[in-house]
């Protein structure tokens, strides 16, 4: 079972923001990553660290964190955006282990 | 630009073991951690293990028992074994780099910045 927690599926209306959360005990020390998966595709890195962006990757995504819970946010969602998003941390224990959340699939109304 | 590509056989028997490559360019596979994730079909992502260049690994507790991750830096390549396979490890299989920084209070921040394009590996007879 997954330490992370997800939203199966979230929508957004066309132009509108969206948050997407994540949650887990390990969030309260590591700060979350977000990918972004199209399907038949490879997942892409959209943020990770406190709110950091890879190059190419739009200003309207950005992260933050609270808690638990790790958030991203889209601001101004855009058609393309339309995938499934995952987090990653590390687990809670001390042993360096990587965990991945259920996944959110995000459809832009 | 760092590129990833796996390579194996896409079709491995029951109870075999399954045995791919995933090979590093644009940059040394020297000083980085490397990943392997898989993804069921249809189902989300499932970290599997890593292994630093010098060959230091470690393992989803979950799969540690059946699971080896090597390095080859002479050829830039790292590879993955999964022992006794059954149809539940089929899936679409990643390498990743593992990269990471240090935050504000000197802690390591893990993240997966470059991905292979993945490949399915189906077990079946």
């Known amino acids: 079972s997954s330490e992370l927690t997800q939203d199966p599926a979230v929508s957004v209306a066309l132009g509108q923001t969206v948050r997407i959360t994540c949650q887990g005990d390990s969030l309260r020390n590591y700060y979350a990553s977000w990918y972004q998966q199209k399907p038949g595709q490879a997942p892409i890195l959209v943020i990770y660290?406190?709110?950091n962006r890879p190059s190419g990757i739009p200003r309207r995504f950005s992260g933050s964190s609270s808690g638990n819970t790790a958030s991203l946010t889209i601001t101004g969602a855009q058609a393309e955006d339309e995938a499934d998003y995952y987090c990653?941390?590390?687990?809670?224990?001390?042993?360096?282990?990587?965990?991945f959340g259920g996944g959110t699939k995000l459809t832009v109304l | 630009q760092v590129q990833l590509q796996e390579s194996g056989p896409g079709l491995v028997k029951p109870s075999e073991t399954l045995s791919l490559t995933c090979t590093v360019s644009g940059d040394s596979i020297s000083g980085y951690y490397w990943s392997w994730v898989r993804q069921p079909p249809g189902k989300g992502l499932e970290w599997i293990g890593y292994i630093y260049y010098s060959g230091s690994t470690n393992y989803n507790p979950s799969l540690k028992s059946r699971v080896t991750i090597s390095v080859d830096t002479s050829k830039n390549q790292f590879s993955l074994k999964l022992s006794s396979v059954t149809a539940a490890d089929t899936a679409v299989f990643y390498c990743?780099?593992?990269?990471?920084?240090?935050?504000?209070?000197?802690?390591?921040?893990?993240?997966?910045?470059?991905w292979g394009q993945g490949t399915l590996v189906t077990v079946s007879s």
């Open positions: 990743a780099r593992r990269m990471y920084y240090f935050d504000s209070s000197g802690q390591k921040m893990y993240y997966f910045d470059y």
């Open positions: 990653n941390s590390r687990d809670s224990s001390d042993y360096d282990l990587e965990v």
């Open positions: 660290g406190r709110n």
